[in-house]
């Protein structure tokens, strides 16, 4: 398939499905991640989850319009894989989370710049072309890897705690939303504004119920991840049943 051939938009419907299945990836997506690297060999964990990642994204690329369970099934491994590349670098290699936060941002802006250089426009709705896809899901992993070293670092190096980091990007997380709906703020600005802080949001509250560190609840990774992984698998079902939060405008395939 030619990078511009045109198919259906490959992304759902924004609704408030779409944002309580993110939070849930996110969420899972750290439990998971830690449960292995902290319990397994890390290497190991990496390897096999960027394995997997590629499945998801080979078969996400090979359909060619939205299925449920495949976007967020690829949005779900996206979220393990970005949070070991966060926690290696920091377990692994000692960078600080200072440092990693700052690295995955630059990386998000050089996707997002070269992204609108090429096709002048960083909207969702326009994903219905493998190239606007490709990049879609290179920003869409470097907004996982930026906030999972984001909350990790108002968690830890901040001091912050996992619950009052959680609480604090909570409230960052609804910004976006009131601009857009009260003050006309652009709304692809803020859709990546608020995607972008849906990791640290997650993750903040995934670490809070895992953890026993920073005030955490100390329930375990992977009990939490088992918990979120239900929870998110339930909300796809009725999506991938429903068909809710199909695209309204598709662009039809030739």
Known sequence: MALTTRTAVKVPEITIFFWIIKLLTTAMGESTADYFVLNYNKY???????????????????????????????????A?????????????????????STLFALVLVVVFVVWY????????????????????WAAVMSTFALGTALGDYTAASVGLGYLTSGIMFSAIFLVPGIGYRLFNVNGVLAFWFAYVVTRPVGAS????????????????????????TVAMVAFVVYLQVSGVDQPKEISPAP
């Open 44 to 78: 190991a964990a990496v390897i096999i989850g960027l394995i997997v990642l590629g499945v998801a994204l080979a078969m996400q690329f090979s359909v060619r319009r939205y299925v449920p369970w495949i976007y967020w099934f690829t949005v779900a491994m996206v």
């Open 117 to 136: 250089r090429t096709e002048r426009t960083l909207s969702i709705h326009s994903i219905f072309t493998p190239r606007r896809e490709a990049f879609y």
């Open 80 to 100: 393990i894989t970005g949070t070991m590349a966060a926690d290696v670098l920091h377990i692994q290699f000692k960078v600080p989370y200072r440092s990693t």
């Open 205 to 228: 509250f995934a670490d809070y119920m895992g953890k026993s560190l920073f005030g955490g609840l100390g329930w375990g990774d992977g009990h939490v991840a088992v918990y979120l």
